[in-house]
């Protein structure tokens, strides 16, 4: 991290308490569902990575300064280049209005920052990589640091000791497949048209919105 956009300098820190988001907790919302069904926004997979961490790093309410400095932005950049890094981005008239980044390895996901410029994007974002690591058969999403609005969508706070012994058990991909993010949002897709052809001749055919609520409630 460092202590501001202009600040040169970075820091390390390992929290004592470490947020994280099971991948099978994540609460989504009866107005939540509702904006996903709806198709408010069209989501995609690292179409707009430099964007994103862009925004992130930008003023907002509450927030005026960031602590993605240039050094912070250059290391994603060559993080995302190498295959490393991805994003996730909500498009509302073809306008970038939320998205979120992190980084991948083995299987885990390491969420970086979020950011969100209409209402419920940065929610349908995390929903989409929720159901995307899932499919991708991740085991662990870390959120860093504990905030109401993660809290409100299932996030937790556990001690160091039982996140590094989830990481380990997580780095540790004997007997377990495991994919990309882009190959699981790719997965995510696929399955969506396969469910919109199965329901193309019923009423309310599914749509890939709809597809990722259902994963998420548990719905038909």
């Known amino acids: 991290m460092a ?3 202009d600040d040169p300098d970075i820091f390390w820190i390992e929290p004592k308490q470490r947020a994280i988001l099971p991948l099978d907790a994540f609460h989504c919302s009866r107005s939540l569902a509702k904006v996903l069904k709806g198709n408010r926004f069209t989501v995609t997979c690292n179409a707009a990575f430099e964007e ?3 925004a992130c ?4 309410p509450g927030h005026p300064d960031s602590w993605i400095n240039e050094k912070i932005t250059a290391s994603y950049h060559a993080l ?7 994003s996730i981005e909500c498009w509302q008239d ?7 980044y992190g980084v991948g390895f083995d299987r885990v996901f390491c969420g970086e920052s979020m950011f969100s410029r209409a209402t419920d994007a940065s929610k349908v974002a995390l929903a989409w990589l929720v159901v995307a690591l899932r499919h991708a058969g991740a085991r662990l999403l870390d959120c860093q640091f504990i905030t109401e609005h993660l809290a409100s969508l299932g996030a937790i706070e556990i001690p160091q000791e039982d996140y590094l ?8 991909q004997r ?12 997965a995510v897709l696929a399955e969506a048209g396969e469910a919109r052809a199965g329901a193309a001749e019923a009423a309310g055919a599914s749509s890939p919105g709809k597809f990722i609520a259902q994963s998420l409630t548990h719905t038909s």
């Open 3 to 5: 202590d501001s956009r």
């Open 52 to 54: 994103v961490i862009a």
């Open 57 to 60: 790093a930008a003023p907002r």
């Open 80 to 86: 995302h280049t190498a295959g490393h890094a991805h």
């Open 94 to 100: 073809e306008q970038l209005v939320g998205g979120l």
């Open 165 to 172: 012994d989830l990481l380990r058990k997580a780095q540790d």
């Open 175 to 186: 007997g377990s497949p495991w994919s990309s993010l882009p190959e699981g949002f790719a």
